[in-house]
Protein backbone atom coordinates (compact mmCIF):
# COMPACT_ATOMS: atom_id res chain seq x y z
CA UNK A 1 0.00 0.00 0.00
CA UNK A 2 2.67 2.72 0.84
CA UNK A 3 4.91 1.09 -2.05
CA UNK A 4 1.73 2.34 -4.72
CA UNK A 5 1.25 5.74 -2.51
CA UNK A 6 5.34 6.71 -3.37
CA UNK A 7 5.15 5.30 -7.11
CA UNK A 8 2.25 7.89 -7.65
CA UNK A 9 4.08 10.73 -5.65
CA UNK A 10 6.93 9.72 -8.95
CA UNK A 11 4.28 9.14 -11.58
CA UNK A 12 2.67 12.62 -10.85
CA UNK A 13 5.96 14.59 -10.35
CA UNK A 14 6.46 13.14 -13.69
CA UNK A 15 3.83 14.64 -15.52
CA UNK A 16 4.78 18.29 -14.37
CA UNK A 17 6.16 18.47 -17.77
CA UNK A 18 2.16 18.55 -19.10
CA UNK A 19 1.22 20.95 -21.57
CA UNK A 20 -1.39 22.36 -19.37
CA UNK A 21 -1.21 26.49 -18.68
CA UNK A 22 -3.44 28.55 -17.15
CA UNK A 23 -4.13 32.57 -17.79
CA UNK A 24 -4.56 33.11 -13.96
CA UNK A 25 -5.66 36.37 -14.68
CA UNK A 26 -8.48 36.06 -16.24
CA UNK A 27 -9.69 33.76 -13.75
CA UNK A 28 -8.73 35.97 -11.43
CA UNK A 29 -11.63 38.16 -12.51
CA UNK A 30 -13.64 35.71 -11.63
CA UNK A 31 -12.52 35.07 -8.39
CA UNK A 32 -12.84 38.65 -7.42
CA UNK A 33 -15.95 40.03 -7.29
CA UNK A 34 -17.28 43.45 -7.18
CA UNK A 35 -15.81 44.99 -4.00
CA UNK A 36 -17.76 44.26 -0.94
CA UNK A 37 -16.33 45.85 2.28
CA UNK A 38 -19.10 44.99 4.53
CA UNK A 39 -18.33 41.49 4.53
CA UNK A 40 -16.00 39.09 5.57
CA UNK A 41 -14.56 35.93 6.09
CA UNK A 42 -13.21 34.27 9.02
CA UNK A 43 -10.13 31.75 8.24
CA UNK A 44 -8.67 29.34 10.48
CA UNK A 45 -5.06 28.83 10.28
CA UNK A 46 -1.79 27.78 11.69
CA UNK A 47 -0.11 31.02 12.37
CA UNK A 48 3.92 31.68 12.10
CA UNK A 49 5.65 31.50 8.84
CA UNK A 50 2.67 29.54 7.39
CA UNK A 51 -0.07 31.70 7.64
CA UNK A 52 2.36 34.68 6.74
CA UNK A 53 2.95 33.29 3.51
CA UNK A 54 -0.59 32.38 3.39
CA UNK A 55 -1.20 36.23 4.21
CA UNK A 56 1.23 37.76 1.10
CA UNK A 57 -0.06 35.34 -1.35
CA UNK A 58 -3.97 34.27 -0.88
CA UNK A 59 -5.02 36.81 2.21
CA UNK A 60 -4.17 40.50 1.25
CA UNK A 61 -4.43 40.00 -2.65
CA UNK A 62 -7.88 38.52 -2.18
CA UNK A 63 -9.04 41.32 0.33
CA UNK A 64 -7.57 44.22 -1.68
CA UNK A 65 -9.46 42.54 -5.27
CA UNK A 66 -12.95 41.91 -3.41
CA UNK A 67 -12.93 44.52 -0.83
CA UNK A 68 -13.87 41.59 1.67
CA UNK A 69 -12.13 41.78 5.16
CA UNK A 70 -9.91 38.45 6.35
CA UNK A 71 -9.95 37.41 10.04
CA UNK A 72 -7.64 34.82 11.13
CA UNK A 73 -8.25 32.81 13.92
CA UNK A 74 -5.20 30.30 14.71
CA UNK A 75 -6.50 26.64 15.73
CA UNK A 76 -4.44 23.66 16.67
CA UNK A 77 -5.30 21.47 13.71
CA UNK A 78 -6.78 18.80 15.88
CA UNK A 79 -10.45 17.31 15.49
CA UNK A 80 -11.86 18.47 19.19
CA UNK A 81 -10.67 22.09 18.25
CA UNK A 82 -12.71 21.42 14.74
CA UNK A 83 -15.70 20.41 16.54
CA UNK A 84 -15.32 23.37 19.39
CA UNK A 85 -15.17 26.43 16.18
CA UNK A 86 -17.62 24.27 14.04
CA UNK A 87 -20.59 23.83 16.72
CA UNK A 88 -23.65 25.15 17.13
CA UNK A 89 -26.35 26.23 14.22
CA UNK A 90 -23.77 29.93 14.07
CA UNK A 91 -20.24 28.61 13.82
CA UNK A 92 -17.53 30.70 14.60
CA UNK A 93 -16.15 30.10 11.32
CA UNK A 94 -16.27 29.92 7.66
CA UNK A 95 -13.58 27.94 6.03
CA UNK A 96 -10.35 25.88 7.79
CA UNK A 97 -6.66 25.02 6.28
CA UNK A 98 -7.10 21.31 7.85
CA UNK A 99 -5.18 18.20 7.61
CA UNK A 100 -6.36 15.73 5.08
CA UNK A 101 -7.17 13.08 7.67
CA UNK A 102 -8.97 15.35 10.39
CA UNK A 103 -10.97 16.86 7.58
CA UNK A 104 -12.18 14.05 6.33
CA UNK A 105 -12.72 12.42 10.24
CA UNK A 106 -14.67 16.29 10.24
CA UNK A 107 -16.87 15.62 7.10
CA UNK A 108 -18.18 12.08 8.57
CA UNK A 109 -19.43 13.74 11.46
CA UNK A 110 -21.41 16.59 9.84
CA UNK A 111 -18.81 19.64 10.82
CA UNK A 112 -17.85 20.53 7.11
CA UNK A 113 -19.56 21.62 4.12
CA UNK A 114 -20.30 19.08 0.99
CA UNK A 115 -17.54 20.49 -1.57
CA UNK A 116 -18.37 22.14 -5.12
CA UNK A 117 -15.17 21.08 -7.21
CA UNK A 118 -17.23 23.32 -10.29
CA UNK A 119 -15.90 26.63 -8.20
CA UNK A 120 -12.31 25.67 -9.28
CA UNK A 121 -10.81 27.51 -11.82
CA UNK A 122 -10.52 25.19 -14.96
CA UNK A 123 -6.68 24.86 -16.95
CA UNK A 124 -6.69 26.26 -20.00
CA UNK A 125 -7.25 23.56 -22.77
CA UNK A 126 -8.68 20.67 -20.50
CA UNK A 127 -12.15 19.82 -19.77
CA UNK A 128 -11.70 20.37 -15.86
CA UNK A 129 -10.08 21.43 -13.18
CA UNK A 130 -9.07 18.58 -11.71
CA UNK A 131 -6.96 17.33 -14.40
CA UNK A 132 -4.26 19.92 -13.51
CA UNK A 133 -4.33 18.63 -9.86
CA UNK A 134 -2.92 15.49 -8.17
CA UNK A 135 -4.89 12.64 -8.11
CA UNK A 136 -7.07 12.29 -5.79
CA UNK A 137 -7.28 16.33 -4.42
CA UNK A 138 -10.91 16.64 -4.56
CA UNK A 139 -12.89 14.91 -1.81
CA UNK A 140 -16.44 15.23 -0.29
CA UNK A 141 -15.58 18.35 2.15
CA UNK A 142 -12.49 19.80 0.39
CA UNK A 143 -10.06 20.62 -1.80
CA UNK A 144 -6.03 19.26 -1.20
CA UNK A 145 -3.94 22.79 -1.96
CA UNK A 146 -0.54 22.20 -0.10
CA UNK A 147 1.65 19.07 0.10
CA UNK A 148 3.79 19.74 3.47
CA UNK A 149 5.80 17.31 5.69
CA UNK A 150 6.29 16.75 9.38
CA UNK A 151 10.15 16.10 9.52
CA UNK A 152 12.88 15.86 12.23
CA UNK A 153 15.45 18.77 12.33
CA UNK A 154 18.48 18.71 14.35
CA UNK A 155 20.58 21.55 15.59
CA UNK A 156 24.19 21.59 14.13
CA UNK A 157 26.05 22.97 17.20
CA UNK A 158 24.96 20.20 18.97
CA UNK A 159 26.77 17.82 17.11
CA UNK A 160 29.60 18.95 15.22
CA UNK A 161 30.97 15.54 14.88
CA UNK A 162 28.73 12.79 13.65
CA UNK A 163 25.44 14.17 12.36
CA UNK A 164 22.48 12.55 12.65
CA UNK A 165 20.71 11.54 9.48
CA UNK A 166 17.41 8.83 10.04
CA UNK A 167 15.19 8.39 12.53
CA UNK A 168 16.66 5.58 14.00
CA UNK A 169 19.11 8.26 15.65
CA UNK A 170 16.33 10.16 17.05
CA UNK A 171 15.47 7.34 19.44
CA UNK A 172 19.47 6.53 19.71
CA UNK A 173 20.31 9.18 23.00
CA UNK A 174 23.29 7.20 23.63
CA UNK A 175 24.90 8.20 20.38
CA UNK A 176 23.02 11.64 20.29
CA UNK A 177 22.55 12.54 23.52
CA UNK A 178 20.16 15.68 24.34
CA UNK A 179 16.42 16.36 24.90
CA UNK A 180 14.33 15.72 21.81
CA UNK A 181 10.93 17.78 20.75
CA UNK A 182 7.92 15.56 20.34
CA UNK A 183 4.23 16.91 19.42
CA UNK A 184 1.87 16.38 22.36
CA UNK A 185 -0.23 13.60 19.66
CA UNK A 186 0.60 10.49 18.67
CA UNK A 187 0.82 11.88 15.02
CA UNK A 188 4.13 10.82 13.31
CA UNK A 189 5.75 9.38 16.67
CA UNK A 190 4.27 6.20 15.96
CA UNK A 191 5.23 5.71 12.50
CA UNK A 192 8.48 6.83 13.22
CA UNK A 193 9.01 4.78 16.49
CA UNK A 194 8.12 1.22 14.31
CA UNK A 195 10.59 2.75 11.35
CA UNK A 196 13.04 2.92 13.73
CA UNK A 197 12.72 -0.72 13.86
CA UNK A 198 13.28 -1.34 10.39
CA UNK A 199 9.56 -2.04 9.39
CA UNK A 200 9.38 -1.38 5.78
CA UNK A 201 7.45 1.54 4.92
CA UNK A 202 4.51 -0.04 2.90
CA UNK A 203 3.63 -2.20 6.70
CA UNK A 204 3.99 0.56 8.96
CA UNK A 205 -0.13 1.36 8.73
CA UNK A 206 -0.93 -1.97 8.86
CA UNK A 207 1.53 -2.96 11.69
CA UNK A 208 -0.37 0.44 13.51
CA UNK A 209 -3.87 -1.10 12.88
CA UNK A 210 -2.81 -3.92 15.46
CA UNK A 211 -2.05 -4.26 19.16
CA UNK A 212 1.11 -5.61 18.76
CA UNK A 213 2.26 -2.33 16.52
CA UNK A 214 0.67 0.29 19.00
CA UNK A 215 2.98 -2.10 22.14
CA UNK A 216 5.73 -1.97 19.93
CA UNK A 217 5.25 1.61 19.19
CA UNK A 218 4.71 2.97 22.58
CA UNK A 219 7.69 1.01 24.07
CA UNK A 220 10.16 2.77 21.46
CA UNK A 221 8.53 6.09 22.75
CA UNK A 222 8.80 4.94 26.53
CA UNK A 223 12.70 4.36 25.70
CA UNK A 224 12.79 7.96 25.65
CA UNK A 225 10.43 9.31 27.81
CA UNK A 226 12.24 11.71 30.03
CA UNK A 227 14.73 13.40 27.29
CA UNK A 228 11.15 14.46 25.37
CA UNK A 229 9.87 18.05 25.51
CA UNK A 230 6.54 18.45 24.32
CA UNK A 231 5.28 21.20 21.95
CA UNK A 232 1.64 21.77 20.37
CA UNK A 233 1.69 24.47 17.70
CA UNK A 234 4.04 24.49 14.74
CA UNK A 235 6.20 27.47 15.57
CA UNK A 236 7.50 25.75 18.15
CA UNK A 237 9.96 23.42 17.29
CA UNK A 238 12.48 25.92 15.39
CA UNK A 239 12.14 27.51 18.62
CA UNK A 240 12.47 24.93 21.03
CA UNK A 241 15.86 24.73 18.79
CA UNK A 242 16.63 28.13 18.33
CA UNK A 243 17.11 28.35 22.44
CA UNK A 244 19.13 24.98 22.47
CA UNK A 245 16.35 23.12 24.73
CA UNK A 246 16.07 20.48 22.44
CA UNK A 247 19.07 19.08 20.16
CA UNK A 248 16.52 17.63 18.14
CA UNK A 249 12.78 18.08 17.12
CA UNK A 250 9.72 17.16 14.84
CA UNK A 251 8.17 19.77 13.12
CA UNK A 252 7.08 21.09 9.74
CA UNK A 253 9.56 21.10 7.04
CA UNK A 254 8.38 24.36 5.87
CA UNK A 255 8.70 26.30 9.45
CA UNK A 256 12.40 24.72 10.19
CA UNK A 257 13.10 26.02 6.06
CA UNK A 258 11.88 29.77 7.38
CA UNK A 259 14.24 29.68 10.13
CA UNK A 260 17.16 28.14 8.01
CA UNK A 261 16.72 30.78 6.02
CA UNK A 262 16.92 33.39 8.48
CA UNK A 263 20.17 31.92 9.66
CA UNK A 264 19.56 29.60 12.19
CA UNK A 265 22.06 26.49 12.18
CA UNK A 266 19.40 23.72 11.76
CA UNK A 267 19.65 20.54 9.30
CA UNK A 268 16.45 18.34 8.43
CA UNK A 269 16.49 14.61 8.13
CA UNK A 270 14.55 13.85 5.07
CA UNK A 271 14.58 10.13 5.30
CA UNK A 272 11.26 9.21 7.22
CA UNK A 273 9.37 12.37 6.32
CA UNK A 274 5.80 11.96 6.80
CA UNK A 275 4.23 13.62 3.96
CA UNK A 276 0.51 15.65 4.98
CA UNK A 277 -2.00 16.89 2.79
CA UNK A 278 -3.55 20.32 3.45
CA UNK A 279 -7.13 20.83 2.43
CA UNK A 280 -9.53 23.97 2.15
CA UNK A 281 -12.75 23.07 4.47
CA UNK A 282 -15.70 25.13 4.39
CA UNK A 283 -17.75 25.32 8.33
CA UNK A 284 -20.88 23.58 7.48
CA UNK A 285 -23.82 26.17 8.26
CA UNK A 286 -21.94 29.38 7.79
CA UNK A 287 -23.83 31.81 6.55
CA UNK A 288 -20.35 33.27 4.24
CA UNK A 289 -20.18 30.01 2.02
CA UNK A 290 -20.24 32.10 -1.13
CA UNK A 291 -17.61 34.60 0.03
CA UNK A 292 -15.91 31.48 0.83
CA UNK A 293 -15.94 29.45 -2.25
CA UNK A 294 -15.08 32.55 -4.03
CA UNK A 295 -11.35 32.61 -1.85
CA UNK A 296 -10.60 29.19 -2.58
CA UNK A 297 -11.40 29.54 -5.85
CA UNK A 298 -8.66 32.43 -5.74
CA UNK A 299 -6.36 31.01 -3.37
CA UNK A 300 -5.87 27.45 -5.76
CA UNK A 301 -5.25 29.50 -8.72
CA UNK A 302 -1.81 28.39 -10.01
CA UNK A 303 -0.04 32.03 -9.62
CA UNK A 304 -1.05 32.21 -6.02
CA UNK A 305 -0.08 28.78 -5.18
CA UNK A 306 3.35 29.51 -6.75
CA UNK A 307 3.60 32.88 -4.49
CA UNK A 308 3.14 31.52 -1.64
CA UNK A 309 5.84 28.35 -2.36
CA UNK A 310 8.49 31.45 -2.42
CA UNK A 311 7.69 32.77 0.79
CA UNK A 312 8.07 28.43 2.45
CA UNK A 313 8.96 25.41 1.34
CA UNK A 314 5.53 23.68 1.13
CA UNK A 315 4.71 22.13 -2.29
CA UNK A 316 1.27 23.14 -4.23
CA UNK A 317 -1.13 20.40 -5.48
CA UNK A 318 -1.64 21.65 -9.46
CA UNK A 319 1.38 20.82 -11.63
CA UNK A 320 1.03 24.21 -13.35
CA UNK A 321 1.38 25.99 -10.57
CA UNK A 322 4.46 23.47 -9.30
CA UNK A 323 6.16 24.67 -12.95
CA UNK A 324 5.96 28.41 -11.84
CA UNK A 325 7.86 28.14 -8.55
CA UNK A 326 11.39 29.83 -8.59
CA UNK A 327 13.39 31.36 -6.34
CA UNK A 328 12.68 32.24 -2.60
CA UNK A 329 11.06 35.46 -2.42
CA UNK A 330 13.92 37.24 -0.02
CA UNK A 331 17.09 35.09 -0.42
CA UNK A 332 17.12 33.80 -3.96
CA UNK A 333 17.64 30.29 -3.63
CA UNK A 334 16.00 27.85 -5.71
CA UNK A 335 12.92 26.51 -4.23
CA UNK A 336 11.91 22.79 -5.55
CA UNK A 337 14.75 20.94 -4.08
CA UNK A 338 13.65 22.12 -0.61
CA UNK A 339 10.13 20.91 -1.22
CA UNK A 340 8.69 17.56 0.14
CA UNK A 341 7.50 16.14 -2.81
CA UNK A 342 10.83 16.95 -4.49
CA UNK A 343 12.02 13.67 -6.18
CA UNK A 344 14.89 13.32 -4.11
CA UNK A 345 13.01 13.43 -0.77
CA UNK A 346 9.61 11.11 -1.68
CA UNK A 347 11.56 8.12 -2.58
CA UNK A 348 12.27 8.55 1.42
CA UNK A 349 8.47 9.23 2.96
CA UNK A 350 5.90 7.72 4.68
CA UNK A 351 2.97 9.02 2.76
CA UNK A 352 0.68 9.79 5.57
CA UNK A 353 -2.89 7.78 5.28
CA UNK A 354 -5.26 10.24 5.66
CA UNK A 355 -8.14 7.33 5.97
CA UNK A 356 -6.44 5.74 8.22
CA UNK A 357 -5.77 9.12 10.36
CA UNK A 358 -9.92 9.77 10.24
CA UNK A 359 -10.91 6.17 11.09
CA UNK A 360 -8.32 5.41 14.13
CA UNK A 361 -8.88 9.44 15.36
CA UNK A 362 -9.99 7.94 18.78
CA UNK A 363 -8.31 4.79 19.62
CA UNK A 364 -4.73 6.65 18.72
CA UNK A 365 -5.70 9.46 20.98
CA UNK A 366 -7.07 7.23 23.85
CA UNK A 367 -3.98 5.22 23.72
CA UNK A 368 -1.71 8.32 23.42
CA UNK A 369 -3.22 9.87 26.47
CA UNK A 370 -2.84 7.07 28.91
CA UNK A 371 0.25 6.13 27.81
CA UNK A 372 1.22 10.06 28.42
CA UNK A 373 -0.62 9.71 32.10
CA UNK A 374 1.27 6.78 32.71
CA UNK A 375 4.99 7.68 31.79
CA UNK A 376 4.22 11.12 33.83
CA UNK A 377 3.04 8.99 37.02
Known amino acids: MQFSRLCWYLSSLLLLGMNINLNAESQMQSAAATPQSSQSLRIASWGGAYENSQRIAYFEPFSQATGIAIEIVQHNGTLAQLRQLAKGSE ?169 QMKGLPVSIIWQGEIIEYAVWSII ?22 ALQASHISYGPTRYSAWRKIGLHAVTKQPMRNHMPNAVEHISQAIVKDPQWYASTEELRQRRFEKWLAKTQN
Open 284 to 305: KGTKARTIAEDFIRFATLPKQM
Open 91 to 259: PQLDLIDLSKGVAIAGCKEGLLARFDISILAPAEGATHALEDFYPDSAFECGITQLISAIVIAFDDRAFPGDKPSSVSDFFDTNKFPGKRGLRRDPEAALEWALLSYGVPYGQIYDLLSTKRGLDLAFARLSSIREDIIWWERGSEPPELLATKKVVMSSGYNGRFFDR
